[in-house]
């Protein structure tokens, strides 16, 4: 089976990278993928530099109305069975999409996802893995992972260019919410988490530049972010099915909303001119981080639990995928390294 893959990129005003970007999808050793660039209401030179690809890509122009938007116009005239997404600053390795394509295909229709490891490189010198940062670590290479709603309401995994959905999950999760400015991706990632078990590559397949633009990491401390953060967890509480099945997961995700009330309103005071408010608003931060760190030493953490694809599918077999997605027992509990979490 030989699945059409979507890669969509949406650009604004990068002209001078998104040629590396295009290159990246052009040079995959899986050969079924259309590419499908959004110029969302670009100024520069991104016109011609689009038209330089001639029938290579299929360029769509919309007024700008941000990534979210330009990302579903994309998969709007899309083709693939499979989509993905790739910022135009950003590039995949070569191998990317033919290792998610085949672990996909391994796994079955079950799982709508495959999440793949990302090379983060910082404005400061810093690097890493979009693993490390989220405090995944996979024992296996690849597999299947079981539990994604309960370690992804935890922390903040970057998905985006990292991710390869199937067509009708996206559809059925309803795309991404375009009234969001900042963490869209993460909105999407627990919408799908939601539906059960992903597959993973631990290996690094995409590579990560932080650029003058990357709003979730310039914004993350502000109160605007924590914002959409603390809107994005109460849209996921909410849309949890009320059924016993998941009432573990239900509170989980109302705990984790309410921190994000809380911590909003800490961030609101600690921004006042009031000296006073101020303080207690600091107070109050300090108290959440060393709450936070420890939490994240404490049994109750959630970690990443993985098996394999042949035990996924046997397990399939003879129980059900949804039955597996939410049976602890079968996984492998990761060893992890605490790192930083977007708390």
């Not at 990317?96 to 910082?122: D, H, T, Y």
Request: proline residues 5%.
């Amino acid at each position: 089976m030989t699945p059409l893959v979507s890669a969509i990129i949406p650009t604004y005003n990068r002209a001078d990278v998104i040629g590396r970007a295009i290159e990246s999808v052009r040079a995959q050793s899986y050969g079924a993928v259309e590419i499908i660039v959004v110029d969302d209401g670009s100024s520069d030179n991104t016109v011609a530099k689009l038209a330089s690809f001639g029938p290579a890509i299929r360029v769509i122009r919309q007024e700008n109305a941000g990534p979210a938007a330009a990302r579903n116009a994309g998969v709007r005239i899309s083709r693939g069975d499979i989509v993905t997404f790739l910022d135009s600053d950003d590039v995949w390795l070569p191998s990317k999409i033919e290792r998610q394509v085949v672990i996909m295909n391994a796994a079955g229709p079950s799982v709508c996802c495959c999440i793949s490891n990302m090379a983060l490189q910082f404005k400061s010198g810093r690097s890493g893995t979009s693993f490390d940062a989220a405090e995944i670590t996979p024992q296996s290479a690849e597999g299947v992972w079981l539990n994604p709603a309960e370690v992804l309401i935890t922390r903040f995994l970057m998905f985006n260019q990292g991710v390869a959905i199937r067509r009708k999950a996206f559809h059925d999760c309803g795309g991404f919410n375009e009234s969001l400015k900042v963490l869209e991706d993460y909105d999407l990632a627990l919408r799908l988490s939601i539906r059960g078990a992903w597959t993973f590559v631990r290996d690094p397949l995409v590579e990560w530049k932080q650029s003058g633009d990357s709003l979730s990491h310039v914004l993350r401390d502000s109160v605007m972010f924590r914002e959409a953060w603390q809107t994005v967890l109460e849209a996921m509480t909410a849309s949890i099915p009320a059924t016993p099945k998941y009432s573990k997961l239900r509170r989980s995700a109302a705990r984790a909303n309410t921190a994000a009330v809380l911590e909003l309103k800490a961030r609101r005071l600690s921004a006042s001119a009031h000296q006073p408010r101020a303080l207690m608003g600091n107070a109050f931060l300090h108290a959440q981080r060393a709450w936070m760190k420890a939490f994240r030493h404490s049994p109750w953490y959630p970690r990443m639990q993985t098996i394999s694809v042949n035990e996924y599918t046997g397990a399939c077999r003879s129980v059900g995928a949804v039955a597996l997605s939410r049976t602890p027992h079968h996984a492998t509990r990761a060893q992890e390294t605490p790192s930083g979490t977007m708390s």
